[in-house]
Structures are given as structure tokens and as C-alpha cells.
């Protein structure tokens, strides 16, 4: 590739949009244009890099007997109503009528359309298990695009289904599919992406998991153990439900007594007036439910806070914090477990209260407040519930020993165990070895490829640009001509160009008559892992300089033996 017909201009100025690295240097170096918000057109490098995580990608899926197909972006009402998505998911999802009136949708994921593809072609047990996997453009109407290619509305991703005839098949195979995944990010170059558990959100499930790349600019947040394994997202990540005082039995059961204080609502001001630490409180948190004229009141440990993902999955719907008051029959700062209408509200307690005793809660009457509060005598509810959001510096829940601490994180995957949730309602269904019709247990992957390589951006790069893992470069090679005008300069320059080609070398040359602070900063922003460096002083001395994106090699070679060391450097940098 000549430098003078590359499609797509490098910058100085950083583009007064960009608020994230990758975003100023994917913009700058002439990798995507922005056609509308959350919408961009991909130049040549950037599809040369794209097309490089594409082919890494395909590799560990057929490594894991993945199956290629393709299924359409464009799909009929009918398809997601039988998974019941079509009503439930909310704008996000764009529906449209073609010229003949019908109700389509543009495809945001496609478990539908997979169990669509699978279920008349996998009808007999002796199919199962299998994996199809697909390279396919989405359309979400994502209210918050930002950070170019980070959160988009339109966005390629690399989604896999598989198929199979118990639990444990599934089971084992997802940690198939684990292993490739943390593969894929090793040779894309960024092997820090760890998996974590998270909520399995609108896809449905019981179990699944994230893969993160920690870094600044991830929108999600991470818990992670300093003692042990445990990693999770904050959305499910597991608080710990006791407090020291009451394991180690210092707090003994008082008598319930009533307390007058006056305008005195908030847990900051409570903890003055008694003298008790925030843990010796009951909070109450009135939140409302979609599709219920009831508010749900959450009562839970005054330190802690309500994590409303945890508290989505627990009532089966959306909900949020309560605001319109009309006709709320509750004496806010004052709500307490005892003595509330349950034909007026919902009540749900959070696991940090269980078997507590000595607390001070609300007595439902305004002013006052109760104190000697036990959850084993006065009130002992049917069930409690794990709602709370874990904080950092926490005990680790699961070793008690480690403390949480917790990172912010890009997610640059996922995989989900999705069971029978789309088979059941699509009505896929198999024979048996026992001649029983059953429904296939489905498990599903994904991987955004633009958000991929927006992500190793975060991570690999300098004040100057990208700095590319070679595995993912779009070239692999940069030559730079300084004088081309001088001597033979050009001619050994285009000699080692040709010679590169020859051999299959992925190689660009900056054929252009421009000065050489402007070819070392465009070479920056190209960011390619090998630099070659062709002038006249060096090559009065019949030498040629090669050195690395990184700044870990930088070396002059006889002109004879340039392509031989060029060549060395390269195959270094892919075994690496």
C-alpha cells in the first residue's frame, strides 16, 4: 500500500467530539468517520484491523466445532413475539413497516432467528450438540452513544447459539467457549480481560458471564477480591450480609421502645442523634414497580444501598425510585417494618438485616422513630432477598478474608447460559433417544468486533498514537522515505518495498513528498508495530534503521541484509 492512496487523512488537532482515547485517535488517524450519532463508516485501516479480530475470532470458534452461518438484520414482528420480546423490550429496539404493511424489526441480537434457523434442520437427538456463529451488523437505539466506537447504535458483532440435550452438556461446553474467549483476547492482544459474573439482563438465563477489560474508560464497574478469585459485576456482585459487631456477639436485644425525633428523616442525622454507627439502622428505600400500582419498599442495612439490578431480577420487573407521592398513604423518613398495610405496598427485606437485632428503624408515625429493633423477635419476615451494592473496601463474601476493590471496565464480551427460555417459547423442539419430544438447552456468545478495537486502543497506545499488537496491525511494516529526492534514496526504498511484497509482507510505504516530522506523525498514528526508516546519511553508510512501535528495538542493518532483518523482527513480534 502506497501512503499517497490511502483513503482517509490524518490530524494534529485533537476533534473537539472525542471524549475517550480511542475515540481522539480512531478519529485522528483516519480509521472512522461519523455518518450520525452512535453511526460510523469504517476507512481502510480500520477494516483491515477489524477484519484481522474477525479472522482470530473464526479461528476459535471452529476450533470448538463452531459452525458458521448467516442469519438477516431485518426480521418479521412474528419471530420475537414468540419469544415474548417483542412487547417487553422498549425503543431500543427499531420496529418499522415495509410497502406491504407488515411489522419488521431490526435485529439488536438473534436468539429468534437462531432457534428459527435450528429448529427444522436439528429435529432428532443425533444433531445435538452444535454451535452456529455468525459475522452480523446490529442496530440498537442506544440513548447514551458515546466514545465513538465504545457505545454505538449500529455495531458488527460476532454472536454464536449452541444447541444441546442436557444441562450438563451445556454446562461443559460453556467453559469451552469460556477458554476460546480468553484465548481471542490473548492474541488480540489484550490477555489482561478477565471473565466476571454478571446479570443476565433482557437475554434471560441463570448464569453468565462478562469478559472486562479493565481500564478508565470502561462504563462498568467491577468487584473484584484482593485475596481471592471472585470477580463480578457491581450489578451482581454479592455484598456481605453481616457485620462485624453483630458476628463477634456485641450487640445484645434491647426493648422495643418508641423515640421522639423530630424532623430528624436522614441516616447521616439519625446516626448524630443516637450515637449508633449507620449499621445499627433499618433504611427504607420506596421504589415503583412497572406494571404495579403498589410501591415496593426495600428495607435494608443503613450503611448499605440498593443495587437496582439485583432488585430488577428479584421482582421480575423494571423499577425505579419512587418520586410521584399522590395518594402514598406513607410517612416518608419516619417508614418502618412494623405495622404497614401490605394491601398498599409491597415490602421486601435485604439479606444485611437478617437475624439483626438492636436496630433503630421507622415507627411509621411521623417524628418518631424505634429503637431496640429485632429482626428474630419483632418481625421475622418469609424470605430475605441479596439487593445490596457491594462498596469498595468491603469484606470478600465469599474467602471473608480479602477486601473488594473495585475497577472500572469496558465489556468486550459475553456469554450467557440461556437454557429453555427461547426453545420453550419458540417451540423448538428434538427427538429423543427415548422417542420424547424435548426442548434444547441453548447457551450464547458474543463479541462486539468494532468495540474490540476501540478497547485494545485504550490500552495500547502512547501520547503519539496506537501502538498495535502486530497480531491485529493493519499493516505490519511502515516504511518511511526522508529525502526521497536525494541520491537513490526512493529506488532502495521501493526495491525493499517490492521484496516485501514479494514475500507476503503486510507493508505500507510513505511515497508522499512531505517532510519527515510529517511522515513519523502519521506513522505514529498508523501506529504500525515495524518502522522502516530508508535516508541518505544512513544509507552513506549503506545502513537502514528499523525499529518497533513500542520503542523496544531500534537498530541499523546492513542495506544487504535489511529484508532478512525485517522479516526477523516480525515473525519475533507474532510468535510473541
Not at 14 to 22: R, V
Not at 345 to 360: A, P, Q, R, T
Amino acid at each position: 500500500m502506497r501512503a499517497s492512496q490511502l483513503l482517509g487523512e490524518r490530524y494534529k488537532e485533537k476533534p473537539a467530539e472525542a471524549n475517550l482515547i480511542s475515540h481522539m485517535l480512531l478519529l485522528k488517524g483516519g480509521y472512522i468517520r461519523q455518518v450520525s450519532n452512535g453511526i460510523y463508516s469504517l476507512l481502510p485501516p480500520a477494516k483491515r484491523v477489524v477484519a484481522k479480530i474477525e479472522r482470530i475470532i473464526r479461528e476459535e470458534m471452529d476450533s470448538i466445532d463452531g459452525q458458521e452461518v448467516q442469519m438477516p438484520v431485518v426480521m418479521p414482528r412474528e419471530l420475537w413475539e414468540e419469544s415474548g420480546r417483542y412487547k417487553s423490550i422498549g425503543s431500543e429496539l427499531v420496529r418499522f413497516r415495509d410497502r406491504n404493511e407488515h411489522d419488521m424489526l431490526l435485529g439488536m441480537t438473534h436468539e429468534e432467528a437462531a432457534v428459527h434457523l435450528s429448529r427444522n434442520e436439528a429435529v432428532t437427538y443425533n444433531k445435538y450438540p452444535f454451535m452456529i456463529y455468525q459475522f452480523q451488523t446490529k442496530f440498537r437505539d442506544e440513548p447514551r452513544a458515546r466514545g465513538g466506537l465504545i457505545r454505538v447504535r449500529e455495531f458488527t458483532m460476532k454472536d454464536a447459539y449452541s444447541f444441546h440435550t442436557s444441562q450438563k452438556d451445556l454446562e461443559n461446553y460453556y467453559e469451552k467457549c469460556l477458554a476460546a474467549y480468553n484465548r481471542i483476547f490473548k492474541r488480540v492482544g489484550v490477555p489482561e480481560v478477565i471473565a466476571v459474573g454478571s446479570d443476565t439482563g433482557m437475554m434471560g438465563g441463570s448464569v453468565a458471564h462478562e469478559f472486562m477489560l479493565l481500564c478508565d474508560a470502561g462504563e462498568d464497574t467491577i468487584a473484584i477480591c484482593n485475596n481471592c478469585d471472585y470477580k463480578a459485576n457491581l450489578e451482581v456482585a454479592q455484598a456481605r450480609s453481616k457485620h462485624k459487631d453483630y458476628e463477634e456477639g456485641k450487640l445484645e436485644e434491647e426493648k422495643l421502645e418508641e423515640v421522639y425525633t423530630p424532623d430528624i428523616k436522614s441516616i447521616d442525622n439519625l446516626v448524630s442523634f443516637f450515637g449508633l454507627s449507620a449499621k445499627n439502622f433499618i433504611k427504607a428505600a420506596v421504589f415503583a414497580v412497572q406494571n404495579s400500582n403498589k410501591p415496593l419498599i426495600v428495607f435494608i442495612r443503613g450503611d448499605l444501598e440498593v443495587n437496582e439490578a439485583k432488585l430488577k431480577k428479584v421482582v421480575y420487573a423494571n423499577v425505579f425510585p419512587l418520586t410521584d407521592y399522590t395518594d402514598i398513604s406513607l410517612h416518608f423518613g419516619f417508614i418502618g417494618p412494623l405495622g404497614l398495610d401490605t394491601s398498599k405496598v409491597d415490602i421486601l427485606f435485604d439479606k444485611s438485616l437478617e437475624g439483626e437485632e438492636n436496630l433503630v428503624c421507622g415507627a411509621n408515625k411521623v417524628g418518631y422513630h424505634l429503637k431496640g429493633f429485632s429482626m428474630k423477635r419483632d418481625l421475622i419476615p418469609e424470605k430475605f432477598y441479596d439487593v445490596a451494592k457491594i462498596n469498595h473496601g468491603d469484606e470478600c463474601c465469599v474467602c471473608n478474608s480479602g477486601t473488594i476493590e473495585l475497577s472500572r471496565g469496558i465489556e468486550v464480551g459475553n456469554i450467557f447460559q440461556l437454557g429453555t427460555k427461547y426453545t420453550m417459547s419458540m417451540n423448538m423442539t428434538y427427538t429423543d433417544v427415548d422417542g420424547e419430544r424435548k426442548h434444547p438447552i441453548m447457551g450464547c456468545y458474543g463479541i462486539g468486533v468494532g468495540r474490540l478495537m476501540a478497547s485494545v486502543l485504550e490500552v495500547r497506545h502512547d501520547d503519539y498514537g496506537p501502538i498495535w499488537p502486530i497480531s491485529i496491525a493493519p499493516w505490519h511494516v511502515h516504511i518511511c522515505i526522508l529525502n526521497g529526492h536525494k541520491g537513490n534514496v526512493k529506488e532502495v526504498a521501493f526495491a525493499l518495498y517490492e521484496k516485501l511484497k514479494e514475500l507476503k509482507c503486510e507493508v505500507i510505504i510513505d511515497d508522499r513528498d512531505v517532510n519527515a516530522g510529517v511522515q513519523f506523525a502519521d506513522a505514529d498514528l498508523l501506529g504500525i508495530p515495524v518502522r522502516v526508516i530508508v535516508s541518505p546519511k544512513n544509507l552513506d553508510n549503506n545502513k537502514i534503521e528499523i525499529s518497533t512501535r513500542d520503542k523496544t528495538i531500534k537498530k541499523l542493518v546492513e542495506k544487504e541484509d535489511a529484508v532478512k532483518e525485517i522479516l526477523d523482527v516480525v515473525n519475533d513480534l507474532l510468535k510473541a
